[in-house]
């Protein structure tokens, strides 16, 4: 079928080439449920001919000019599709291949079916997987259970030794919840002294009624961070909680892992400091340009939008590259920058923000407007907390020296002028490295100063709350 040439290329699709199933079934999931999409014993596998145009229609949904296609395997659990699917997928990708363009694959995984077959066929196809960990033992086990209400920590740690003896390239996948979020620094030094160098931190965010498990209701609306309590599960992280696990590590991290470490929300911020936009869709301005797609064909707006509403259509009837350019979804990716209350537009971090999800804006802002993130407080607090570094990184980056260099100026400064306390506010403004922002300030505010999310309270009664 010929395509428009005024259409938009360069896309990404996470397939789910086995539905929502999966061999775990951990307490938050929210792919699990998705099952009620497809109601009437459906079979939970791609079949051969989708899996064929899947291939297809993604590599002409890119731009002639890319070198490089990343195709994005989830679920459910892909790895129960077993080893001879992915090596059919590999032999459709080499098939249809443009000449002169290299082919990727990534595929996030429990680790539970992970062996030495797997991680030999993963390295020797140079697949990067995803791997989740949500810290040691008790915290990873917390919410991750089977069926038989077992944690399933034992063999994520094995997958995480074989995925490194066959040097696969791996990256750890987080997610930051209310059992793990007081544990920042904790989790991530765990990670890192296992070996781990890439890191994501996913918060978890359930409104009410959306989790597969029940949890407590009729929880009343505190003060500062239990705010918005009664709008969330009892799993999710909370606002603040969540901002100081991230500053929690950021502060480990800048002591010695800079460029040996790699956590994505750090590279996202790198980049907004240096006046660029995030590549991540939460912190762009806009979105729309990452879809999901069932192991039918069925393409969705995104992967946190699987729902009937959302649905685009099917690749059997209509090619991705068509799908994806829809009004509806061009609506759907400028809703984020067009719904964005204007608490955001005036905020100090908004350029490296973005008001993040719309999934999870379902609070009011102090002013009562709707919309606002209910993550709001905690990346305020992340990325004010980060700005001072973030500027003199962005500084060397610029004179393009390594942003490793901060680390050796941290020290400096906090040998000459710095007895104690938060490292991230120990380093010397790098003044005007960021023409046009707004400098948001570099303290921790007192216990009885105003709190720095804006929300009119004292800190003590809000984000600084114990
Ligand atoms: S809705 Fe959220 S996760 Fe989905 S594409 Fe937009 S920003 Fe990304
Ligand atoms: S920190 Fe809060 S106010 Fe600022 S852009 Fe993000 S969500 Fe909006």
């Known amino acids: 079928m010929s395509v428009d040439s005024a259409i938009q290329r360069g896309l990404h699709v996470m397939a789910k080439p086995i539905g929502p199933i999966c061999n775990l ?47 994005a395997w989830q679920g459910g659990e892909p790895t129960l599709l077993g080893l001879e699917f992915f090596r059919h997928v590999v032999k459709i990708q080499q098939e249809f291949r443009p000449a002169g363009t290299r082919i990727v694959n990534t595929l996030q995984t429990n680790g539970i079916l992970l062996d030495d077959a797997w991680c030999e066929f993963f390295a020797a196809e140079k697949f990067l997987v995803g ?38 390239e791996f990256n750890i996948l987080t997610v930051v919840h209310r059992g793990n979020g007081d544990h920042g620094e904790r989790v991530y030094t765990y990670l890192r002294d296992n070996g781990v160098e890439f890191l994501q931190f996913i918060p978890l965010v359930e409104k009410r009624g959306v989790g597969r498990h029940g949890e407590p209701r009729g929880v009343s609306r505190g003060d500062g961070d239990r705010q918005w309590d009664d709008r969330v599960s009892s799993r999710s992280v909370r606002p603040a909680q969540f901002g100081r696990f991230l500053t929690s590590v950021f502060d480990e991290w800048i002591k010695r892992d800079v460029g040996r470490v790699f956590v994505q929300i750090f590279d ?7 006046g660029l936009e995030p590549s991540l869709c939460v912190f762009r301005k806009r979105c729309g ?9 069925d393409l969705y707006s995104c992967d946190h939008f699987v729902e009937p509403a959302y649905r685009l259509g099917n690749i059997h009837e209509l090619p991705i590259v068509q799908l994806a350019n829809l009004p509806q979804q061009q609506d759907f990716g400028n809703a984020k920058e067009t719904t964005l209350p204007q608490y955001c537009r005036a905020c100090s971090v908004r350029f490296a923000c973005n008001g993040e999800c719309p999934k999870n804006r379902f609070i009011e802002t102090p002013d009562g407007e709707s919309g606002l993130n209910y993550l709001c407080a905690g990346y305020k607090l992340f990325f004010q907390h980060i700005d001072p570094v973030m500027k003199q990184m962005a500084e060397e980056v610029r004179r393009g020296r390594p942003a490793a260099n901060v680390m050796q100026q941290l020290r400096q400064a906090r040998r000459t002028n710095q007895p104690a306390g938060n490292v991230a506010s120990s380093l010397p403004s790098a003044a005007a490295s960021s023409p046009g922002q707004r400098t948001p300030s570099r303290q921790s505010p007192g216990r009885n100063d105003p709190c720095p999310c804006g929300s009119g309270r004292k800190a003590k009664k809000c984000c600084y709350a114990r």
């Open 289 to 297: 340009r990452a879809l999901a797609m069932e192991h039918n064909g």
């Open 25 to 71: 079934d951990c307490h938050y999931c929210y792919y699990l449920h998705k099952e009620e999409l497809y109601p009437g014993g459906e079979r939970w596998r791609m079949p051969d001919e989708t899996l064929a145009a899947y291939i297809r229609q993604f590599i002409d949904a890119q731009p002639p000019t890319a070198e490089e296609i990343t195709f």
């Open 268 to 274: 996202e911020a790198l980049a907004a400091w240096s």
């Open 131 to 168: 791997l989740s960990i949500d810290g040691p033992a008790e915290l990873h086990n917390e919410f991750r259970v089977d069926r038989k209400r077992q944690g399933p920590f034992s063999a994520v740690m094995s997958a995480l030794k074989k995925l490194k003896q066959h040097r696969v």
